[in-house]
Nanobody, 118 residues
Framework: VQLQASGGGLVQAGDSLRLSCAASGRTVITLVMAWFRQAPGKEREFVAGLRKSGTSTYADSVKGRFTFSRDIAKNTVYLQMNSLKPEDTATYYC?????????????WGQGTLVTVSS
């Protein structure tokens, strides 16, 4: 499985941005997907997850602002980020695993940088 993330950029606080993660080698409906982020000097943190069923979960810090979705026809998942804050600045990574029973994500994209200016 290969994951290709894109969509990062420089925006102002309050703006919106949509990240994409295109998967190859396996259909996204057969994968548990997630977005993580890592800010400079900080540990990587979970942002949002998408179960095979389509159910999404979110970190408290982004709940109500971010939406995780998928387009099965395009084999791509998206992270719609609204009301962005400077503290959302980080490199965002999409990740995948084949089973919800796996603790760790097996497949990782290359990361896309999101910078939110105040």
């Amino acid at each position: 499985v290969q994951l290709q993330a894109s969509g990062g950029g420089l925006v102002q606080a309050g703006d919106s941005l949509r990240l994409s993660c295109a998967a190859s080698g396996r259909t996204v409906i057969t994968l548990v997907m997630a977005w993580f982020r890592q800010a400079p000097g900080k540990e990587r943190e979970f942002v949002a997850g998408l179960r095979k069923s389509g159910t999404s979960t979110y970190a408290d810090s982004v709940k109500g602002r971010f939406t995780f979705s998928r387009d099965i026809a395009k084999n791509t998942v998206y992270l719609q980020m609204n009301s962005l804050k400077p503290e959302d600045t980080a490199t965002y990574y999409c990740a995948a695993k084949v089973s919800e029973y796996f603790a760790d994500y097996t497949y990782w994209g290359q990361g896309t940088l999101v910078t939110v200016s105040s």
